[in-house]
């Protein structure tokens, strides 16, 4: 009974109930990522840790009892008793709790907001990952149709019984440009299956990722017209640099509270008693540290000069966050309007395509051939090196205003 209430429980279990598609959604990937991501796992525990600590921050110190006993015989011989007790509460004076409260909410605060950096970091490298996965689907393609073309052409020189000298040239050099489009295509397909074995990582394993879809989609460029109103939203590294300024300040007063000592306050009950005499005493007793040597003067100075060092690092933070969204708004423009002019990569396939047997009837030259696929190849390169620099640029954008989110990314499709 026990085994079979076992089975039933695993097949139930989350792990083994899960469904995963031949063609894993773009969707799933994002909305997975954000929930099982490693780094965004490890990061939301440190958090959960540090509010834990709100405990500690706001602790009250407890009360401490103090009694004495002593007995033995007075004058005469008469036995006597003697007891002393005493409840000690400690006062933290200068509202070093309320203080302490303070910084650890800041703390928080800025923990809180280096998640969220965390998370637009995660999601520039999970789309910058997918947009590769685009290119190889691309480049694939363009290396399968030079592929086709030229096995057909070298499928004529194969069906002839006899070849020229220039001829059994003429097939080897086919030969050579269709052995290298095989051996990068085979480092393309060794990228993508890496590329994929990425996004099998960041959704927790969850799934076997074979193919995403979407790869074979147009991106949409923004407008430089939308990124530059981005500049309305804060830079994530500014609103960083401002919780750590504002916790510096914090543990500042906080250090400063603790120059006054606590306050220890106790009532005292003393009961004396011997063969004739019984007497109870009631008073209270203080005890506060004098602070002549100690003032907390190392923290003190430590503190302050840490919340010196965050403000000019706040106004560092400021200008270079500013100067860095300016250029990237530039470099962006620069790049987006060169490669929109760069519309040879299509046309070129449909031109080759369309040649038909051009070649065999004579139309057409082998080096122009050769040159040709050596040009296309060429020419996908470095446009796609192109695209990923714009695309890099695009995500720093929206990572440094943080305006990278699941809406954000399938808006580019």
């Known amino acids: 009974m026990k085994n079979l209430l076992f089975i039933f429980l695993f097949i139930l279990s989350p792990s083994y109930a899960q469904e995963c598609s031949l063609e894993t959604t773009l969707s799933w990937i994002l909305e997975e990522a954000e929930v099982s991501h490693p780094r965004l796992l490890l990061q939301r525990l440190s958090l959960e840790k540090l509010k834990a600590s709100k405990i500690e921050a706001g602790k009250r110190i407890n009360p401490e009892l103090e009694h004495f006993s002593v007995w033995g015989k007075e004058f005469a011989g008469v036995q006597s008793y003697q007891n002393e007790s005493r409840l000690w509460f400690t006062f933290q004076l200068a509202s070093k709790r309320k203080k302490s409260l303070e910084a650890w909410s800041k703390e928080t605060d800025m923990a809180q907001q280096e998640e969220l950096m965390i998370k637009q970091a995660l999601l520039k490298d999970l789309w910058l990952n997918f947009f590769r996965m685009h290119q190889i689907y691309g480049e694939l393609k363009v290396k399968k149709v030079l592929m086709d073309r030229l096995e057909k052409i070298l499928a004529k020189y194969k069906q002839r019984k006899f070849l020229t000298p220039d001829q059994t040239l003429e097939e080897r050099i086919f030969t050579m440009v269709v052995d290298n489009f095989s051996l990068s295509k085979a480092q393309l397909e060794r990228e993508r299956i890496e590329t994929l074995e990425f996004f099998r990582e960041i959704t927790g394993f969850k799934c076997p990722i074979t193919k995403i879809d979407l790869e074979q989609k147009k991106m949409k460029w923004p407008k430089a017209e939308q990124l530059k109103k981005l500049n309305s939203y804060e830079s994530l590294n500014v609103i960083l640099a401002e919780y750590e300024l504002e916790f510096s300040k914090a543990k500042f007063n906080l250090a400063e ?3 006054v000592p606590n306050l220890r306050l106790s009532p005292v009950v003393q009961n004396y008693m ?15 540290p004098l602070p002549f040597f100690d003032t907390n003067q190392t923290e003190r100075t430590q503190n302050l000069l840490q919340s010196n060092y965050a403000q000019k690092r706040l ?34 396939v449909k031109k080759f395509t369309s040649l038909g047997d051009a070649f065999q009837e004579g139309k057409l030259s082998i080096s122009n051939i050769v040159e040709f696929c050596r040009q296309l190849d ?22 440094q205003r943080g305006r990278l989110d699941r809406k954000t990314l399938e808006d580019l499709i």
Do not use: C, P, W
Not at 274 to 288: H, K, L, R, Y
Not at 378 to 399: A, F, K, N, P
């Open 274 to 288: 011997n063969d004739e005499v019984s007497n109870t005493m009631a008073g209270i007793s203080f005890v506060m």
């Open 257 to 259: 509270a603790k120059r």
């Open 315 to 348: 106004e560092i933070t400021k200008t270079r966050d500013e100067l860095f969204f300016e250029s990237k708004i530039q470099k962006y423009i620069l790049a987006s309007s060169v490669l929109q002019e760069v519309d040879v990569i299509d046309e070129s």
């Open 378 to 399: 060429e020419i996908v390169h470095r446009y796609h090196s192109g695209e990923s620099v714009l695309m890099t640029d695009l995500m720093d954008i929206l990572e």
